[in-house]
C-alpha cells in the first residue's frame, strides 16, 4: 500500500509518494540526515504522524515486520508463553480473564539487538500492563 509523505523545509512543501511504509522511512531518514525541517506521513486508515526529528522515526520498518515473522522468534515466543502459563508477569493477569496476551522484550531489541533471541530477556505481559509499560519509556533519548 502506498504511503504520501510532505516535506516542508523553510515555509516550502513537497509531497511523494512511495510504495511502502519501509520505503518512506528510508527516504525520510536520509532527508532529516540533510535537512532541519518536518515531514508529515499519511498512511491508509491512519491519523497523519507529523515526524520533526530524525530521532521519531522508527529505527527500521522493515527490521520491525520481518523480525516478528521469523520462525526463531515464533517458537520461542510460544515456548514463553508456554513457560509462563499465559499469565502477566506484572498483574496476574492471562487469558483465562479475557487479558490479551503479549511476549514483551525486557531490554528493548532497538538498543539490545544481541538479546532478541535471549529467552531471560523475555517476559509474558498483558495488553494493558504492555502498553502501560511503553507509555513510560523514553522513545528517543539522547
Not at 532527508?31 to 529505527?59: H, M
Request: hydrophobic residues 30%.
Amino acid at each position: 500500500m502506498s504511503v504520501d509523505v510532505t516535506y516542508e523545509l523553510a515555509g516550502k512543501m513537497t509531497r511523494k509518494t512511495y510504495k511502502s511504509y519501509s520505503r518512506a522511512i528510508t527516504s525520510m531518514r536520509k532527508w532529516f540526515e540533510k535537512n532541519d525541517g518536518r515531514a508529515i506521513i499519511y498512511r491508509f486508515n491512519s491519523k497523519p504522524e507529523v515526524i520533526e526529528t530524525l530521532c521519531q522515526l522508527p529505527v527500521s520498518a522493515k527490521s520491525e515486520t520481518s523480525f516478528y515473522q521469523t520462525r526463531a522468534w515464533r517458537t520461542l515466543r510460544l515456548t514463553v508463553l508456554r513457560e509462563s502459563d499465559g499469565l502477566c508477569t506484572y498483574c496476574g493477569s492471562g487469558i483465562q480473564h479475557g487479558s490479551v496476551m503479549h511476549v514483551d522484550h525486557i531490554k528493548p531489541r532497538s538498543k539490545y539487538p544481541h538479546l532478541a533471541l535471549d529467552i531471560s530477556n523475555l517476559q509474558v505481559l498483558c495488553e494493558d500492563c504492555n502498553f502501560g509499560k511503553m507509555d513510560n519509556e523514553s522513545l528517543c533519548s539522547g
